[in-house]
């Protein structure tokens, strides 16, 4: 199973300089919230148009967006994210470069949504690695499998882009 693919995307280095200046913008650079963070979609678009016209590209329409931020490895327990999606596309933004995200196969024990958020958290029985990747350029994650994001936590705060998108980009996972 592939849990997640590396792609390259029009005006990558615009959109991650633009992102940054609106999430200072929102003061979300230095707030004392982890974990995901929905923002609005109409309100990123314009303040970063180049993060749609470069998903047109490759024939992905925005849907939800939001940053997913941690500064310690305790916010980023092993979960899978209740959505409808089966994939999301992330986008590094700070310090995504000392982390990784990864997957695990595991016996699901338990579940239990955290609210107001869409994620499953989930004790895990045996749970095993079976992938880990570094978000350092636009990845397209599995997120209906058990992961968690492992961090420096000396480099913080790791925000990263997370773009729900239709089609559910894994249909790029097959595309060569």
Do not use: W
């Not at 997913?68 to 980023?76: I, K, P, S």
């Not at 499953?120 to 990747?133: F, P, T």
């Not at 790791?158 to 773009?163: A, D, G, P, Q, S």
């Amino acid at each position: 199973m592939e849990y997640y693919k590396k792609i390259d995307i029009d005006y990558y280095n615009i959109i991650v300089s633009k992102i940054k200046l609106y999430l200072e913008s929102k003061g979300l650079i230095d707030t004392t919230h982890a974990g995901f963070i929905p923002l609005q979609p109409v309100e990123v678009i314009k303040n970063c148009s180049e993060l749609q016209f470069s998903l047109n590209a490759i024939g992905l329409t925005i849907k939800s967006i939001g940053i997913y931020r941690t500064t310690h490895n305790n916010q980023a327990p092993i979960h899978i994210d209740h959505t409808t999606y089966k994939s999301r596309l992330n986008i590094p933004i700070m310090n995504c470069q000392y982390s990784s995200t990864v997957f695990y196969q595991a016996e699901i024990e338990q579940v239990k949504q955290q609210e107001n958020f869409d994620l499953k958290y989930i004790q895990c029985i045996n749970a095993v690695e079976v992938d880990r990747v570094t978000v350092d350029q636009p990845t397209i994650l599995r997120i209906d499998h058990p992961h968690q994001v492992i961090m420096d936590e000396g480099k913080f705060p790791r925000i990263c882009l997370t773009v729900g998108c239709y089609p559910d980009p894994v249909i790029l996972f097959t595309k060569e």
